[in-house]
């Protein structure tokens, strides 16, 4: 018994062996009859297999660039200068008087800029302002400081603070203004929009104008101290 099994284990061995030569072979006789087939697939594969590595280093040389420009901005950013407000007062309100104040301003960056600046008054009722009537004026204004360019020689250094000082009787003819009753009552709002067009150099040969529009009010009952105006939501900008 245990030798009949042997045998036709045997033999099912031997089978199996001869079904693996003469898969072999015919294998062997359609790779040959068949060269230019396999030639072409693997021309294709390769094709596919490089073009997926081209894809991959297209996307690896497009990020490594948008980090290198993303970095240069950065650093460019952090050398420039930086010219905006750091506060605004007025003196207090006397009736038919012109309203008197100052507006602070500091460059924060890292260069000096020369630039110049300028600031305008708006008379809003208390109605107007609750209401944003007053909006689009103030983001007129807005508008008009970033087409403007420096008018002035003045260099503005980093970390120092520089003033403007306001006068309404001071103003184009069409645009004075003296204190009213309603101002002083609270029913008048004084808006103070403010424009900064500077120049820095941060670059050889590229100069960049810059801008920083600013947005002061007062309003007498809503504004804790005529000392440190309040900012408005709007018109507070810079590039």
């Excluded at 045998?7 to 061995?13: G, I, N, S, W």
């Excluded at 990020?63 to 901005?73: H, P, V």
């Excluded at 200068?81 to 007062?89: E, K, M, Q, R, T």
């Amino acid at each position: 018994m245990i030798k009949y099994f042997f045998c036709t284990a045997l033999a099912r061995v031997r089978a199996f062996l001869n079904c693996c030569f003469l898969l072999g072979q015919r294998v062997v006789r359609f790779a040959r009859e068949n060269d230019g087939l396999f030639t072409a697939t693997s021309t294709i594969a390769l094709a596919f297999f490089t073009l997926g590595l081209w894809w991959s280093t297209e996307k690896l040389w497009t990020a490594g660039e948008k980090q290198l420009s993303l970095a240069r901005d950065a650093f460019v950013a952090g050398q420039r200068a930086w010219l905006g407000p750091s506060d605004a007062a007025i003196e207090p309100l006397q009736l038919k008087q012109p309203v008197r104040g100052v507006f602070v301003y500091q460059n924060g960056g890292h260069q000096p800029a020369l630039h110049s600046i300028g600031v305008k008054g708006l008379i809003f009722s208390k109605e107007e302002w609750l209401d944003q009537r007053s909006g689009d004026p103030l983001r007129k204004l807005q508008q008009q400081c970033f087409s403007s360019i420096p008018e002035s020689s003045k260099l503005a250094y980093p970390s120092i603070n520089y003033s403007l000082l306001f006068d309404s009787e001071k103003l184009q003819e069409t645009d004075k203004f003296s204190t009213s009753q309603a101002m002083i009552d609270g029913n008048s709002v004084i808006a103070f929009v403010g424009c900064i067009a500077y120049v820095g150099f941060h670059e050889p040969s590229i100069v960049n104008i810059n801008h920083a529009s600013f947005c002061f009010y007062y309003q007498s009952g809503v504004t804790p101290s005529p000392t440190h105006l309040s900012i408005c939501n709007i018109a507070n900008f810079g590039d």
